[in-house]
């Protein structure tokens, strides 16, 4: 099966700094992809999506590019608060072998994020 | 507009018991998906269901089954319970063009 996996299991950064999440793919067909956000004890959290046909998008302080050539996406993060840390997920939203429309998300391993004071 | 809601969220069980979960979606959301979280395999997807239809299903085993009654609520149950089913069980719900989906805060089983 397809997979979608992460550079780095954790990452640690400096409170105010900015963060980057790096998550590789390997479906050239995958067309639609969404980062979560799980913290401890709850269930992930959506962050921001992209479609394929976007190389860039920004939310509330948080940034998703997508390069399709190498099959790669990053969430950057700005001003890193201690609120940020938990786990991160990226997850291909794709279309599954049944009927219809049905997708389904396949996850990445995850990044924690832990924020240093 | 509320969120997903499961229950209950933790449960204990002993191997070859049987266990239901509840899932109530967003409102207005006919979409239902269930993954299973553990610390070795990750989130992994189970099935959906739209309208009360299972359109997709994972590579999971017939002992996990599920269901998805008119007003969208779904329920899934896993049979002859095994402590490799120890895991988090999340549900996620979407709706309309959106096809983002959307997590409830997950019902932890334990299964001992």
């Known amino acids: 099966g397809e997979s979608v996996g992460l550079h780095l299991p954790t990452l640690s950064v400096q409170e105010g700094d900015n963060s980057i999440i790096n998550c590789a793919y390997s479906?050239?067909?995958?067309?639609?992809f969404i980062w979560y956000k799980q913290e401890s004890g709850k269930g992930p959290q959506f962050i921001i999506d992209?479609?394929?046909?976007?190389d860039k998008r920004q939310g509330q302080r948080v940034t998703v590019l997508l390069n399709k050539t190498v099959k790669h996406l990053s969430l950057q993060i700005a001003a890193t608060q201690p609120g940020d840390s938990a786990v991160y997920f990226c997850a291909e939203n794709m279309r599954g072998s049944g009927s219809g429309s049905a997708r389904q998300l396949t996850f990445g391993s995850g990044t924690q994020l832990t924020v240093l004071p | 507009k509320a969120g997903v809601t499961q229950t209950p969220r933790y449960l204990i069980k002993t191997r070859g018991q049987q266990v239901t979960l509840s899932c109530s979606p967003i409102?207005?959301?006919?979409?239902v998906s269930w993954y299973q979280q553990t610390p070795g395999q990750g989130l992994q997807f189970l099935f959906e269901?739209?309208?009360?239809?299972?359109?997709n299903k994972g590579n999971f085993p017939g002992r996990f089954s599920g269901r998805q009654f008119s007003n969208s609520r779904s329920e899934m149950n896993v049979s002859t319970l095994e402590l490799g089913d120890s895991a988090l069980y999340l549900c996620?719900?979407?709706?309309?063009?959106?096809?983002?989906?959307?997590f409830g805060p997950g019902t932890r089983l334990l299964v001992l």
């Open positions: 479906n050239s067909a995958s067309d639609y």
């Open positions: 269901y739209f309208s009360e239809t299972q359109r």
């Open positions: 409102s207005g959301h006919r979409s």
């Open positions: 996620a719900s979407s709706g309309g063009n959106q096809e983002t989906q959307y």
């Open positions: 992209i479609r394929s046909n976007m």
